[in-house]
């Protein structure tokens, strides 16, 4: 067999040759995993290959520092990054089932590992991969993935996966994202195929969550709701109402029952949107128009607009006249053929939808959860960072860049003495783009995305040497950012330097106890290094530092915006953001201060608020820092003294 003897001349290959037979023995992977028997071939091999060395010298090397959220993007990115991924995890698999013995791993950990990655990719492994665009990924590597998680399935079956389903399901809800296909996939999972006892403590978490979502199926509700009174209907409003506040998920008969009170009982739609008193003031001012949305653009396909419309509710925003009036033109814009062709990739289900209904809902989702955006498998933190931005900040602005992109399929910007449109290169807007997003997202980011690199490519010409995010942040956000700008990290020599006064400014910019005593007005743009369990550095991304905070411990944490996350994460050196539980607001993650900071090169800052507070940061609080940055990152790179 061609694999068989792929292998063997890999492992006999002299240094000089081996990167030619690695290649070799991926592409016999590649051709092999095409079905069930090739891929219990390719598994049954697993230690003769991880004993050869074929995983040394990649990013795959160090199994601990893997990490499963990640797992998805990988096997979805295609060859041959998908085939060392596929292989990754089978080795696990051999850990599990201990045909594979290496020191530094226990088949505990793995078992942990693939429960992981099955949690962080439910929908692939027990549903069928929704595809987002035309041919958006080849069906023979859709295969592949679809063969890997059976097998691995197989190996650890659902019943076995209730806790990590729970603390998934109870992290994500917490975070209030605004995309809860995948939460509701293991809800529907967890309902028809789990067998679930009342008595059990975790099983009764997993039927509330059962319960929010299917409570009443949206047909019994149809017969059901001519047949209740008003005392009736007002006690499912309550109940609707609480599981919405309390999840922030919509159930399909949730919709249903806020369509029918809104024609027959319009008084009780406060209580089916959980409104507070700001919500309820704001329904009262404006029930006309609330009544007209709900009606007619909030349709299955965008349920969780009605989360969004309870949020924009409680934060008044229909009582701002900038808001109303963009709004109101929205509501009744002309979308762009192709913008209504990549709303329609966003669909998730078979009751059709119009692009308007899809946008204005996308939009009330939004403007609802400012912080329950996120990037999903595309690498655009900068745009999603935006739209959180402006959602809080500058809403009308935000609709009136939606009512752009929406109708003319362009977007302009002003940089400098220049002005750039996102439609000018000639290429199809929205090429390689994946739209498992939420629906404004999907007509922003890939706008925005092509704005953003074209200021990035101008800066690095008008700032030779400079870190061209001082330039280019002010002008894409908008006045919030500051003008003074701060980088640790020289791009030409790829030198780390004067770190000490970068972390002794940072400290007296933000932290209330060097800083005067003061809050943040604005969030923050910071740019961090990635690192894994292992702190090892994986790549460069861009948060939004929100709030500065002594928590009910008595420790001061700093709350961001994470475009990339819907949970906690493990960063390494025991730092692991949390989503809850540390007085976190929906949609926020947070650290201790200091972590934070220690993973940081790039912030903004207010330069005439300074004064001598940079030298009053003790040296003990800088040194704490560096020395995580040192043992995490900062190996990568040359510090300079």
């Known amino acids: 067999m061609r694999f068989l003897d792929a292998l063997q001349e890999f492992r006999k290959a002299l240094p000089i040759a081996k990167n030619d037979k690695r290649r070799k023995l991926v592409s016999q992977v590649d051709l092999l995993t095409n079905d069930e028997d090739g891929i219990q071939i390719v598994y049954d091999c697993i230690p003769d290959l991880v004993d050869s060395g074929f995983f040394k010298g990649s990013v795959w090397e160090h199994p601990k520092g893997l990490v499963p959220s990640l797992v998805r993007g990988t096997l979805l990115a295609g060859y041959p990054h998908n085939i060392y991924e596929l292989l990754s995890e089978l080795r696990f698999v051999a850990v599990y089932e201990k045909k594979l013995v290496p020191s530094h791993l226990s088949p505990a950990w793995a078992e942990e590992f693939l429960k992981d990655v099955i949690v962080h990719n439910f929908d692939i492994a027990y549903f069928e991969i929704k595809q987002t665009g035309e041919n958006r990924y080849d069906s023979t590597e859709l295969k592949k993935v679809r063969l890997l998680f059976d097998f691995i399935v197989d190996k650890i079956p659902v019943q076995a996966l209730k806790t990590n389903l729970l603390k998934e399901l109870e992290t994500a809800i917490a975070h209030r994202p605004i995309v809860t296909n995948r939460l509701e996939a293991i809800i529907d999972t967890i309902h028809f195929q789990f067998e679930l006892n009342k008595e059990d403590e975790v099983d009764q978490r997993l039927l509330y969550f059962c319960e929010v979502l ?110 109303l009036h963009a709004l109101h033109r929205l509501m009744s814009v002309r979308i762009h053929p192709m913008v209504a062709r990549h709303l329609n990739y966003g669909q998730d289900t078979e009751i059709p939808a119009t692009p308007r209904q899809l946008l204005v809902g996308g939009t009330l989702s939004l403007l609802g959860q400012p912080l329950g955006v996120r990037q999903g498998n595309n690498p655009t933190c900068q745009s999603a960072r935006a739209l959180s931005m402006w959602s809080r900040h500058a809403p009308a602005k935000l609709i009136n860049l939606i009512i752009d992109a929406a109708s003319s399929n362009n977007m302009i910007f002003r940089y400098g003495n220049r002005l750039i449109e996102s439609n000018s290169e000639g290429k199809e807007i929205g090429e390689n783009f994946d739209f498992n997003l939420d629906y404004t997202s999907i007509v922003l980011v890939p706008h925005l995305d092509r704005i953003y690199a074209e ?66 007005v604005y969030p923050v743009p910071l740019g961090i290094f990635i690192t894994d369990s292992s702190a090892f550095m994986r790549g460069f991304h861009a948060i939004s530092l929100t709030r500065v905070r002594k928590a009910d411990s008595g420790e001061w944490r700093a709350y961001f915006f994470n475009p990339n996350s819907e949970g906690p994460q493990n960063w390494g050196q025991e730092i692991r953001p949390s989503v809850n539980g540390n007085g976190e607001q929906q949609g926020e993650s947070s650290l201790p201060f200091y972590q934070l900071l220690s993973r940081v090169y790039a912030f903004h800052y207010n330069r005439l608020r300074l004064g001598d507070k940079v030298g009053k940061i003790p040296e003990s609080t800088i ?17 300079s003294t």
Not at 244 to 250: I, R, S
Not at 284 to 311: M, P, T, W
Not at 628 to 633: K, P, Q, R
């Open 623 to 639: 040194r704490r820092v560096k020395r995580l940055a040192l043992d995490s990152w900062g190996k990568q790179y040359q510090w």
């Open 214 to 323: 299917y409570r009443y199926s949206p047909e019994q509700l149809k017969s059901l709701l001519p047949k209740w009174g008003r005392r009736k209907v007002n006690s499912e409003c309550q109940l609707a109402g609480e599981n919405l506040k309390a999840t922030g998920m919509v159930a399909p008969y949730t919709m249903h029952l806020l369509k029918y009170i809104a024609q027959h009982y319009p008084d009780l739609i406060p209580a089916c949107l959980a409104l507070n008193s700001h919500g309820m003031a704001e329904f009262d001012r404006h029930k006309d128009l609330v009544i007209n949305i709900i009606e007619e653009f909030i349709v299955l396909d965008n349920k969780q607009a009605v989360y969004g419309l309870s949020r924009v509710l409680e934060r008044n925003l229909f009582s701002k006249k900038s808001t």
């Open 455 to 520: 200021m990035m490519r101008l800066a690095s010409i008008a700032h030779p040497g400079e870190d061209p995010h001082i330039s280019v942040n002010p002008a894409f956000y908008g006045h919030w950012i500051q003008t003074g700008f701060l980088s640790v990290y020289n791009q030409v020599l790829a030198k780390i330097e004067k770190y000490d006064a970068f972390v002794a400014t940072f400290y007296a910019s933000f932290h209330p106890e060097f800083n005067g005593g003061h809050s943040l």
